[in-house]
């Protein structure tokens, strides 16, 4: 079984900073990508930013040039970094991967429990 869990979401000014942590843990050969999603009040899930096992990013319009996605793949954990927070970043934040758990077994689709960020002044 494997498992994500998130933290470092909270109550942030607007303009401030957060740094999200999302840890894998489990019967892990590979774990590729590793993905952020949000969801905010009444609004569907959106995906805000993904990283490859190699580097390689990906970042939703809304978030680009104030967020950076990395990755340490010794930890197996993903990061999130938020700066320049708006109130329209408000949501619960989901960490999500696609995890194989042996060289011989599919890859499975997996999500944290999320962490709630709040821009508000």
């Known amino acids: 079984q494997v498992q994500l869990v998130e933290s470092g979401g909270g109550l942030v000014q607007p303009g401030g900073s957060l740094r999200l942590s999302c840890a894998a843990s489990?019967?892990?050969?590979?774990?590729?990508?590793m993905r952020w999603y949000r969801q905010a009040p009444g609004k569907e899930r959106e995906l805000v930013a993904s990283i490859t096992g190699g580097g390689s990013t990906n970042y939703a319009d809304s978030v680009k040039g104030r967020f950076t996605i990395s990755r340490d793949n010794a930890k197996k954990t993903v990061y999130l970094q938020m700066n320049s927070l708006k109130p329209e970043d408000t949501a619960v934040y989901y960490c999500n991967a696609d995890v194989q758990a042996t060289m011989l077994t599919i890859w499975m689709n997996y999500w944290g429990q999320g962490t709630q960020v709040t821009v508000s002044s």
């Open positions: 489990g019967s892990i050969f590979s774990i590729n990508p």
